[in-house]
């Protein structure tokens, strides 16, 4: 379980990955007052010797925290990129059973770019092996931060606190 972390205009202080904190760490922003909560796990307590608390489900930074918008390479981000969806036969993958392909195979001097690599189904992988000739649909190319964040946001989320969703859509 963790805690979402909103920057000081109440947005996601990421959404690339999803900005969040183990309960350890939310307890130190709270006990550091670098973060205020908002929502509270009600079944959670944690204690020591002498103090006792509810774990944040939602906490909000004090003081803003500027955003990046780079855009870093990972095969979560390409799935992403390709809407979860096998550029080679349109199927629709899941995390699970995604798989990253090199366009150009790495044994013959292809890299792992973004605009060397696509979203693969297993079985699409497995048929298009070491073949450089096999194209995808629609060729790789490296997206902006705001079309991944698009990407995301119609994604449907699972949380583990209700109340994130008032502050992901």
């Known amino acids: 379980m963790s805690t979402l972390l909103l920057n000081a205009d109440a947005n996601p202080v990421s959404l690339l990955p999803l900005s969040t904190l183990s309960w350890e760490d939310a307890i130190r922003y709270l006990v550091a007052e670098k973060a205020t909560v908002l929502e509270w796990y009600d079944d ?98 490296k997206p902006t931060y705001y079309q991944l964040v698009e990407r995301i946001k119609n994604l449907k989320h699972e949380v583990p606190h209700p109340a994130w969703l008032d502050y992901l859509n």
């Open 44 to 141: 959670w307590v944690v204690r020591s010797e002498r103090w006792s608390t509810r774990v944040p489900a939602v906490m909000i930074l004090n003081e803003y925290q500027r955003k990046k918008t780079t855009v870093r390479f990972s095969k979560q981000n390409v799935f992403l990129r390709d809407n979860f969806i096998c550029q080679y036969c349109d199927a629709l993958v899941t995390r699970k059973n995604a798989t990253l392909d090199h366009v150009l195979p790495i044994s013959h001097g292809g890299q792992t770019t973004w605009n060397n690599c696509t979203t693969a189904c297993t079985n699409c992988n497995s048929r298009k092996g070491n073949n450089r000739k096999i194209k995808p649909k629609s060729l790789p190319s």
